[in-house]
């Protein structure tokens, strides 16, 4: 599972549905939530 940094809870967590997007410069990234309070996290780079 890759995880992400969430702000909210100030601590790393596994991305829960996460879900593969392309930005703008075309990176690969990683898109979901966080398990624990619900905030959306997001990991560039590939997941």
Avoid: D
């Amino acid at each position: 599972m890759p995880q992400a940094y969430c702000v909210k809870c100030r601590k790393k967590r596994e991305i829960q549905n996460p879900k593969q997007v392309t930005l703008k410069n075309k990176r690969p990234a990683v898109s979901g939530t966080c398990p624990v309070c619900k905030t959306k996290v997001f990991r560039i780079g590939k997941g």
